[in-house]
């Protein structure tokens, strides 16, 4: 039976808050899940975080290196999916290939660094 009692405010009000910000953030929604989950797949934490520098520069400092410029996107997808050389502990090697379903999803991961 359906009652106005059963609707919980709180979290009515949490999920507005988080859809708002995302979308202030940016013009189309980064989907969140989908980015870290295809950080999981390629194991992009072993050498990356949100917030710590590890082997590889984190997706903060990527992202305030980035902020506003036009090429942004541009230029980390070809990062992702060229394997252009890297140092690291001063040797150089490869950067990891990023393997995805599709450009798009390569293009979301993109948006969700950048905007950390
Ligand atoms: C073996 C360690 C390692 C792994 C695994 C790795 N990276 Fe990196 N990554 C690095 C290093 C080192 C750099 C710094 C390159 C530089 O500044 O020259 C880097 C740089 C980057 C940058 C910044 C590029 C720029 O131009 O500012 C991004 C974004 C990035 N990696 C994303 C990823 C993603 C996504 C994955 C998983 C597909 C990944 N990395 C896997 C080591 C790694």
């Given amino acids: ?6 609707f ?3 979290q009515l009000v949490l999920a507005l808050g ?3 910000g995302a979308l202030v953030a940016h013009a189309q929604a980064v989907d969140v899940a989908a980015a870290e ?3 999981k797949e390629n194991k992009c934490g072993k050498c990356h ?4 520098q590890k082997d590889g520069p984190s997706f903060k400092k990527t992202a305030a290196k980035h902020k506003g410029k036009a090429d942004a996107e541009s230029k980390l997808f070809t990062h992702l999916t060229t ?3 890297v140092e690291i502990d001063g040797e150089k090697e490869e950067h990891k ?3 995805a379903k599709d450009d798009a999803a390569v293009k979301n991961l993109i948006q969700y660094i950048l905007s950390r």
């Avoid at 039976?1 to 059963?6: A, F, K, L, N």
């Fill in 18 to 20: 988080l859809s708002c």
């Fill in 97 to 99: 290939e990023i393997k």
């Fill in 83 to 85: 394997g252009p050389m």
């Fill in 1 to 6: 039976m359906y009652s106005t009692h059963s």
């Fill in 37 to 39: 989950a295809l950080l």
């Fill in 49 to 52: 975080s949100v917030d710590k």
């Fill in 8 to 10: 919980h405010l709180p």
